[in-house]
């Protein structure tokens, strides 16, 4: 498994950094590719665990929309045991249209997760945001819209199949210090508007380090919580980011 994972790598190392990669999006870049493979290993007296998290972004930027798709897949082990089978997939859009600094979203969002006892979920829904801080150097934005959650997941040993409604807030920070150090999070709360505790946390947050323009030596720490199946996970995982604009 481990050394698929090192053949992936290399694949898509090369593929980016084959061409000239601009630093941002600017009036002849409206395309960007990421690849963070990441992971952490610890063995000792004879007990191995490991986590691979694998990150696909591929974003489309023009002046009054851009379309989002990202891919997560997080795979660990513990010994012989399984600990992380976890994949998630986004594909989401804004529309700049209206009042400044603000913008309307739409997203859809498949997960499964062996960690978090999800079988399949499935989440679509819209909304609005607002960048009360938009910079290349600094950004803030708070979001808020209404998701809708058709979900089968794993309680008490059971599979159980229902869906609701979710209000879907989110808080989104980016610092850049001299196109070098780059520090993101992303944290949503996700309450169901008819159960009060059915809700889900997800906080995704990065700090890195650019080496070359297509390449930064990169560290996450994720959080995630699904209340209904009393199920939560939180992830520490370092590695290399490879990027492109085109």
Not at 20 to 49: C, E, L, R, V, W
Not at 190 to 208: A, E, F
Request: glycine share 6%; net charge positive.
């Amino acid at each position: 498994m481990i050394f698929k994972e090192i053949r992936y790598i290399l694949f898509l190392a090369i593929i980016l950094c084959t061409a000239k990669a601009s630093a941002q999006y600017n009036d002849s870049t409206f395309y960007h590719i990421s690849f963070a493979p990441m992971g952490s290993i610890n063995k000792a007296n004879g007990n191995t665990a490991y986590l691979l998290n694998n990150n696909l972004k591929f974003n489309i930027r023009k002046k009054d929309i851009s379309l989002n798709f990202t891919n997560t897949w997080i795979y660990g082990r513990q010994n012989v045991g399984l600990t992380n089978n976890d994949y998630s997939s986004f594909i989401d859009f804004n529309l700049y249209k209206g009042p400044e600094h603000f913008y309307y979203w739409g997203l859809l969002n498949y997960n499964t997760s062996y960690s978090l006892k999800i079988n399949n979920q499935l989440l679509s829904g819209a909304g609005i945001a607002y960048s009360i801080i938009d910079k290349p150097t600094a950004y803030f934005n708070v979001s808020d819209g209404i998701l809708y959650d058709t979900s089968d997941l794993l309680l008490a040993g059971n599979n159980v199949t229902y869906h609701t409604y979710r209000n879907s807030f989110r808080l989104a920070i980016k610092f850049n210090i001299n196109n070098v150090v780059t520090v993101e999070s992303n944290t949503f709360l996700q309450n169901s508007l008819d159960r009060g505790y059915d809700y889900i946390i997800r906080s995704t947050n990065g700090l890195s380090f650019k080496l070359r323009s297509w390449l930064s030596i990169s560290s996450s720490l994720n959080y995630n919580r699904q209340n209904r199946t009393g199920s939560e996970n939180l992830l520490f995982t370092y590695g290399m980011n490879f990027e492109k604009y085109f």
